[in-house]
């Protein structure tokens, strides 16, 4: 890791660089694709799975019975651990539902807010090396708890034309529609634009590597909503002498793993940690399944001492990390202070892995610095808030004449008419 003694504010924005690369390439090929899926539907579905998931599948709709296989491989252990996580997100996302907001703004004037579930709802399940079975659970729980009408699941298939059975279990247990073996760009291509095998929809959520991510993007210029821009994963630690080395290597580790372009971060008040820390991560690594992805990460992360917390938790909130753990005796200045993260972690007994899993929160979050604009998935996410009004006779000769005023003074008369009219009719009424 980069060790970086007590940056200046002005080398800052450079020293905190996310290691994304250049998109340019990605771009042209992910609106070849998209145009191809547009065109030909199937067809090209077809062509792109094969080209690079090396399979051709007659029926990408996962069936009835490969669920049901999928379930007597997965071991009662996993199963448990995985029904434990789905009960404490539906227990976090159900405790997010808000009452309808009514309201008399003026005497007369009733309007209200109420909240409508997006009816087709699409989730993207990256397989590969860390087949991301918990995401399901991330996505379907807070979609099913906002009664979406259809929850459509693209994963890419295996060398044999499988999906991972845990995702299938999780699918199955967390109340998708259908389930499709199509991953890639062309996944995202098909819930776009609807196909004879994929269904259209409205919302495109979940994570994937750069072609997946800008895919993403793409769709929304064809009326597609996202649930937020993504990239690499990331972590930032701020820590003092009150953590411990250990934890704190092992949770950047933890990140670290996710791929060769996730970063991780410790800032620090102490230098001894720092050094602590630095030594427990090259113990660690070394144990790691992953440790060759790992190692490359780590050569993207920074150790950053600071002189003091009130600089800490400005260069933090600069940064806006997805990921933030807070191992430090002032812990609640950092949770006050905070402004640009996805989520927090508080405490030596608080591993991100723990919201990454079974803790109930999501971790469907804002990477790249998009914390200081976006939130993570949370069960509005899913939703549509929509507002009423009624107005009684009363209540249109109270806000009458303001309206009339207003809208003349914006040159829209057709808009003053409509009021005119109505006051006029209660006029001669009367």
């Known amino acids: 890791m980069n060790k970086i003694d007590s940056p200046k504010p002005d080398t800052w924005l450079e020293i905190l660089k996310r290691p994304t690369k250049t998109i340019d390439d990605i771009e042209v090929t992910v609106k070849e694709i998209f145009k191809e899926v547009q065109k030909k539907g199937d067809e090209a579905v077809a062509k792109y799975t094969s ?7 007659e029926n990408y709709e996962v069936s009835s019975k490969e669920i049901e296989e999928a379930v007597s491989l997965i071991s009662n252990e996993l199963k448990e651990a995985i029904q434990l996580a789905k009960a404490n ?10 009452e309808r907001i009514s309201i008399e703004t003026t005497e007369g004037v009733n309007c209200w807010q109420e909240k409508r579930p997006i009816q087709k709802i699409g989730l993207y399940i990256p397989g590969g090396t860390a087949p991301l079975f918990s995401t399901v659970l991330m996505l379907a729980v ?4 906002a009664g979406c009408k259809e929850i459509v699941l693209c994963s890419p298939p295996d060398k044999t034309g499988k999906i991972n059975p845990a995702i299938l279990y999780a699918a199955n247990l967390c109340g998708v529609t259908k389930i499709l073996k199509v991953g890639g760009i062309q996944a995202i291509a098909g819930m776009t634009f609807g196909t004879q095998s994929i269904p259209k929809v409205y919302k495109i959520f979940g994570p994937g ?16 909503a996202i649930d937020m821009p993504a990239g690499p ?18 949770d950047l580790l933890s990140q670290a793993e996710h791929g060769t372009d996730s970063q991780v971060i410790l800032v620090s008040t102490s230098r001894r940690l720092i050094d602590a820390v630095e030594v427990e991560i090259q113990t660690q690594i070394e144990l790691l399944p992953r440790k060759v992805i790992a190692k490359k990460a780590i050569e993207n992360s920074k150790l950053i001492y600071v002189e003091n917390d009130q600089i800490a938790l400005d260069l933090i909130n600069e940064y806006g990390p997805e990921h933030f753990i807070i191992c430090s ?3 609640d200045f ?7 993260a996805g989520s927090v972690f508080i405490g030596n007994y608080t591993p991100e892995s723990a919201g990454d899993y079974a803790s109930g929160t999501n971790h469907t979050l804002p990477t790249n610095g998009y914390t200081k604009n976006y939130s993570g998935v949370n069960l509005d996410s899913f939703m549509k808030s929509m507002t009423f009004q009624k107005i009684t006779e009363k209540g249109i000769q109270n806000i009458g004449r303001a309206i009339e005023v207003m809208a003349e003074a914006e040159g829209l008369q057709a808009h003053k008419n409509a009021v005119t009219l109505r006051l006029k009719n209660l006029e001669e009424r009367l």
């Open 142 to 145: 807070p979609a099913e708890i």
């Open 329 to 331: 005796e002032f812990d």
């Open 89 to 98: 997100i539906l227990k976090f996302h159900t405790a997010q539902k808000t």
């Open 51 to 57: 080209i690079f998931d090396g399979i051709t599948l």
């Open 209 to 224: 590597n750069q072609f997946v991510t800008v895919a993403k993007q793409l769709a929304t210029q064809f009326g597609v």
């Open 233 to 250: 994963s990331e972590l930032l630690v701020v820590a003092d002498n009150t953590a411990v080395p250990a934890f704190v290597a092992s």
């Open 334 to 340: 950092y949770c006050n202070g905070i402004v640009n």
